[in-house]
């Protein structure tokens, strides 16, 4: 079934870890997206890809770092976890032509200690 | 820039009441405006896009250039419209086309 997969769906951890969010979808998308959503609060986009081998950062600037070299798989690394990395991280989808219908993952509720 | 704004956080109302979620944005350019809703334990999902103008679950809204707003209208609450809403608004920043999302309305509807 087309999907957009996020995993883990809760991570706690110490700081100072390497941290990968993992993001797949099924559905053929070209583009791709992070959103970081703090409680109460809006999605600020951090980083985003047009296609393999595209990666941008967004509006929010962010320590971490994504890669995209197959089309389906678009994860976030954190080299070293703070506790102001503590987020709910969305990843979504989108076909190629228009951003607007975007297809969100379950997202990730990040806790670092 | 771009900027969405939800001025209310929460919002109550009965059921069979109309309601309204309000939603203003700033945008130099030719603004498409949308509503993403996240139900209790569900994902963010598309509820509807003003050049649609199509009505979803009962929900309407119209873009109104001149105050700059799109709000969201329901005439009849019911409890399963209790959700988080949020206003996006389309963009192009840079040469490239963004989705910005405002804070969100969390509405209530009870019985």
């Known amino acids: 079934e087309a999907d957009i997969y996020q995993t883990p769906r809760y991570l706690v951890i110490g700081t100072g870890k390497k941290i990968t969010l993992e993001c797949s979808q099924t559905?053929?998308?070209?583009?791709m997206y992070w959103y970081q959503q703090d409680p109460g609060m809006e999605l600020h986009l951090i980083h985003y890809s047009y296609g393999v081998n595209s990666t941008e950062k967004g509006d929010l600037s962010s320590e971490s770092t994504v890669s995209r070299i197959r089309t389906e798989h678009f994860p976030l690394t954190l080299e070293s976890a703070r506790p102001s990395h503590t987020s709910q991280y969305l990843c979504?989808?989108?076909?190629?032509?228009?951003?607007?219908?975007?297809?969100f993952g379950s997202g990730t509720q990040l806790s670092v200690l | 820039a771009q900027r969405v704004t939800q001025p209310e956080k929460l919002l109550s109302v009965f059921k069979g009441a109309p309601v309204e979620l309000k939603c203003n944005y700033s945008?130099?350019?030719?603004?498409?405006l949308f509503w993403y809703v996240q139900y209790s334990r569900q994902r963010l999902q598309l509820l509807l896009r003003?050049?649609s103008r199509e009505s979803i679950k009962g929900f309407t809204a119209d873009l109104n250039k001149g105050e700059t707003s799109f709000h969201l209208k329901k005439p009849f609450a019911q409890e399963e419209d209790s959700a988080m809403y949020y206003c996006?608004?389309?963009?192009?920043?840079?040469?490239?086309?963004?989705?910005?999302f405002g804070k969100g309305t969390k509405l209530t509807v009870n019985p």
């Open positions: 559905m053929g998308h070209d583009k």
């Open positions: 003003h050049i």
């Open positions: 996006a608004l389309s963009g192009h920043q840079g040469g490239s086309e963004k989705l910005v």
């Open positions: 945008y130099s350019g030719s603004p498409e």
């Open positions: 979504a989808s989108s076909d190629t032509g228009r951003v607007e219908k975007l297809f």
